[in-house]
């Protein structure tokens, strides 16, 4: 699981503001759908390792906003802006994996 993050981490590197950060491009489609995917995927191993449903969806949502985080902190370490519109999107992403996983059986 952790390769497959650190894959997805590194696969969503780049320039991705080329024409200005707007709140609507594709860029900000990758933040959610792949934060939506860090949020199932860790609640998914956090459930298949044994831990109950609210802790499984505590930690998968730590583990998701590290990774959005940790991504804009790279950003800026790499030249780049910390970018609001990425992390809302990154949360509008992840709060979307959570409610699919709080809909899963017990």
Request: hydrophobic share 45%; no cysteine.
């Amino acid at each position: 699981m952790m390769r497959g993050l650190a894959l997805l981490f590194t696969l969503h590197f780049g320039d991705e503001h080329p024409g200005g950060d707007r709140w609507f491009a594709a860029d900000k489609m990758k933040h959610f759908f792949v934060a939506a995917f860090v949020q199932s995927a860790s609640f998914s191993g956090l459930r298949a390792a044994g831990m109950s449903k609210s802790s499984s969806l505590t930690g998968a949502t730590v583990l998701t906003a590290g990774v959005s985080i940790g991504k804009e902190i790279h950003d800026r370490q790499t030249g780049g802006v910390v970018s609001f519109k990425d992390l809302t999107w990154d949360a509008a992403g992840m709060a979307a994996g959570a409610a699919l996983a709080q809909h899963t059986r017990p």
